[in-house]
C-alpha cells in the first residue's frame, strides 16, 4: 500500500490488559486516506450477490476481513477453531454466504456486543486459511495437523493394543486356572479330541489371543474354527471345571 500510494505508514504494537491479552498489531495510515477509502469501497455497503459472483472475489474479501477481525488457534492446541468477530448480525449472516461459497460450513455465535462467526472442523480451518492465499501458513498448519493426527491415531491404536493384550492376558489366566481346576480330577484327553487340544494349546501358548488359537487349532485340525468357536469351546471348558468343583464341596 505505501508503495503503490506513496503514503506514509505508522505502525504500533498494543496489548490488551484485559480478558485474553491479545497483542495488537496496529497499521496506520496516514495520507490520502479518502481515496485509499473511496479505492478500496470500504464505504460502500457489503453486497454480497455482486462478490458471489466471482470466487476470487470471495477469497479476496475473505482475506481482508480475516485480517482485520479474524483468530484462528495454534494448530499445536487440543481443539482447532477459527473466527470472524463483528459487531452487525446482518453482517455476520452475509459471512456465512460467502463462506458456503467457498464450501466452508460455519456458525455464529453472540459474545458480549459482537456476532462471532467461527469454523472449528480442522480440515475446513486449513481450507479457509489455503482460500485467502496464506499459502505459507497453509502448509505449516497442515503439517503440524497431520503429525499430530498420527501422533494421537498411534496411540489410540497402542492403548488399544495394550487393552487386548490386559484382556487376554485376564482371559488366559481364567482358563488355565479352569485347566487346572479338570485334571485335578480327569485326564485331559478324557474330554474329546477339540476340548482336550485346546486346552493343550492354551497351555502352551498362554499369550496367545483366541484369534491365534483358533489359528494353530486349525492347522492340527485342518477345520475352519472361528475365534467365537473357541470362545464357546473355553465355556464349555469352564462349566465343566466349575461342575467339578460343585461335585467336590458336595462329596465333602
Same mark, same amino acid.
Given at each position: 500500500?505505501?508503495?503503490?500510494?506513496?503514503?506514509?505508514?505508522?505502525?504500533?504494537?498494543?496489548?490488551?490488559?484485559?480478558?485474553?491479552?491479545?497483542?495488537?498489531?496496529?497499521?496506520?495510515?496516514?495520507?490520502?486516506?479518502?481515496?485509499?477509502?473511496?479505492?478500496?469501497?470500504?464505504? #460502500?455497503?457489503? /453486497?454480497?450477490? &455482486? +462478490?458471489?459472483?466471482?470466487?476470487?472475489?470471495?477469497? *479476496?474479501?475473505?482475506?481482508? %476481513?480475516?485480517?482485520?477481525?479474524?483468530?484462528?488457534?495454534?494448530?499445536?492446541?487440543?481443539?482447532?477453531?477459527?473466527?470472524?468477530?463483528?459487531?452487525?448480525?446482518?453482517?455476520?449472516?452475509?459471512?456465512?454466504?460467502?463462506?458456503?461459497?467457498?464450501?466452508?460450513?460455519?456458525?455464529?455465535?453472540?459474545?458480549?456486543?459482537?456476532?462471532?462467526?467461527?469454523?472449528?472442523?480442522?480440515?475446513?480451518?486449513?481450507?479457509?486459511?489455503?482460500?485467502?492465499?496464506?499459502?505459507?501458513?497453509?502448509?505449516?498448519?497442515?503439517?503440524?495437523?497431520?503429525?499430530?493426527?498420527?501422533?494421537?491415531?498411534? #496411540?489410540?491404536? /497402542?492403548?488399544? &493394543? +495394550?487393552?487386548?493384550?490386559?484382556?487376554?492376558?485376564? *482371559?488366559?489366566?481364567?482358563? %488355565?486356572?479352569?485347566?487346572?481346576?479338570?485334571?485335578?480330577?480327569?485326564?485331559?484327553?478324557?474330554?474329546?479330541?477339540?476340548?482336550?487340544?485346546?486346552?493343550?494349546?492354551?497351555?502352551?501358548?498362554?499369550?496367545?489371543?483366541?484369534?491365534?488359537?483358533?489359528?494353530?487349532?486349525?492347522?492340527?485340525?485342518?477345520?475352519?474354527?472361528?475365534?467365537?468357536?473357541?470362545?464357546?469351546?473355553?465355556?464349555?471348558?469352564?462349566?465343566?471345571?466349575?461342575?467339578?468343583?460343585?461335585?467336590?464341596?458336595?462329596?465333602?
Amino acid at each position: 500500500m505505501a508503495q503503490h500510494y506513496q503514503v506514509k505508514l505508522k505502525t504500533t504494537i498494543s496489548k490488551m490488559m484485559k480478558l485474553n491479552k491479545k497483542t495488537i498489531y496496529s497499521v496506520i495510515v496516514l495520507e490520502k486516506v479518502q481515496q485509499i477509502i473511496e479505492d478500496l469501497g470500504l464505504l #460502500n455497503d457489503l /453486497n454480497v450477490k &455482486d +462478490i458471489l459472483k466471482n470466487e476470487n472475489r470471495v477469497r *479476496a474479501y475473505l482475506a481482508g %476481513l480475516f485480517m482485520g477481525c479474524g483468530s484462528v488457534n495454534s494448530p499445536t492446541s487440543s481443539t482447532y477453531h477459527l473466527e470472524l468477530s463483528v459487531s452487525d448480525e446482518a453482517f455476520a449472516e452475509d459471512i456465512l454466504k460467502l463462506l458456503a461459497k467457498i464450501d466452508i460450513p460455519a456458525k455464529i455465535i453472540k459474545r458480549r456486543a459482537q456476532y462471532v462467526v467461527y469454523v472449528k472442523k480442522a480440515i475446513k480451518v486449513a481450507d479457509f486459511i489455503c482460500n485467502i492465499g496464506a499459502t505459507n501458513t497453509y502448509l505449516m498448519f497442515e503439517d503440524i495437523r497431520i503429525q499430530r493426527d498420527f501422533y494421537n491415531n498411534n #496411540n489410540r491404536v /497402542n492403548n488399544c &493394543d +495394550i487393552a487386548n493384550f490386559v484382556r487376554t492376558n485376564v *482371559a488366559s489366566k481364567s482358563q %488355565l486356572a479352569d485347566i487346572a481346576q479338570i485334571e485335578k480330577y480327569v485326564s485331559l484327553q478324557s474330554l474329546g479330541e477339540e476340548l482336550a487340544l485346546l486346552c493343550q494349546l492354551r497351555k502352551e501358548n498362554p499369550e496367545d489371543s483366541l484369534k491365534n488359537l483358533a489359528d494353530k487349532f486349525n492347522q492340527i485340525t485342518n477345520k475352519s474354527i472361528t475365534k467365537s468357536g473357541i470362545n464357546h469351546l473355553f465355556i464349555r471348558i469352564k462349566k465343566l471345571a466349575e461342575s467339578l468343583k460343585s461335585g467336590e464341596k458336595n462329596d465333602k
